[in-house]
């Protein structure tokens, strides 16, 4: 299994960015995906999951803001985040436990290097 992100960098507050993981080594349609951040105040925080089935569940604090995608055709998972908050700098994760459903947690077996979002002024 391999997931790397990128698509991250420093961003004014109120500002958008796209996150991009590309996945391979396991069949990606049946596989639920997840993003999970971390910072050095919080640590682990999950932010966002997308089934299977393209359900998708997110973090109250980005419900509204933050978009979970899937393509399967490119093997690729996407986060659009939108009026980014300070709040928001972090290092970004694409995780997953190669199950079929999201499940809210942070503790995945597979995970990408990440790729650090800022977001200041």
């Known amino acids: 299994v391999q997931l790397v992100e990128s698509g991250g960098g420093l961003v004014q507050p109120g500002g958008s960015l796209r996150l991009s993981c590309a996945a391979s080594g396991f069949t990606f349609e049946l596989v639920a995906l997840n993003w999970v951040r971390r910072t050095p105040g919080k640590g682990l925080e999950w932010v966002a999951g997308i089934s299977a089935g393209d359900i998708s569940e997110y973090l109250h604090s980005v419900k509204g803001r933050f978009t979970i995608s899937r393509d399967n055709a490119k093997n690729t998972l996407y986060l659009e985040m939108r009026s980014l908050q300070t709040d928001d700098t972090a290092v970004y994760y694409c995780?997953?436990?190669?199950?079929?459903?999201?499940?809210?947690?942070?503790?995945?077996?597979?995970w990408g290097q990440g790729t650090q979002v800022t977001v200041s002024s």
């Open positions: 995780a997953t436990d190669l199950r079929a459903w999201v499940s809210p947690r942070t503790d995945f077996t597979y």
